[in-house]
């Protein structure tokens, strides 16, 4: 999944405020940004798998651990790479934080203010 050159894609839950504040970051440093909320979008398994090896992350490191679900149907189990894909695809609500993606690249935001280190300064990307 590789966006065009100017085009960054946020996918993220507007009800979070990290969410909600990724979002006006993206918005004020890039003119192209593409919305894409957790609940009404599906990435496929194949679409976590590039997603994944942009960010250079495992698929268990994107879980929200102290998410109910995550406690009681995937604590303690362990998957292979197509069963992490698939709970990715299938849950993206215990997602623990937005991803922002530009080019090849992506960033997960834990804090809105990671969003710098794939957009970097306002000036670089105007």
Request: aromatic share 8%.
């Amino acid at each position: 999944m590789k966006t065009k050159e100017q085009e960054v894609l946020l996918y993220y839950d507007p009800t979070t405020s990290v969410g909600k504040k990724t979002r006006a970051f993206a918005h004020s440093l890039a003119n192209h940004v593409k919305d894409v909320e957790f609940h009404k979008t599906k990435f496929t398994t194949t679409m976590w798998r590039q997603v994944l090896n942009m960010l250079k992350l495992e698929p268990k490191r994107l879980l929200d651990k102290s998410h109910p679900y995550y406690q009681e149907h995937i604590r303690g189990r362990n998957f292979d790479e197509e069963g992490w894909l698939n709970i990715l695809s299938n849950n993206p609500d215990i997602i623990r934080s937005p991803i922002v993606i530009k080019g090849s690249k992506a960033v997960l935001c834990d804090n809105p203010t990671d969003i710098y280190r794939l957009l970097g300064k306002e000036e670089d990307i105007h």
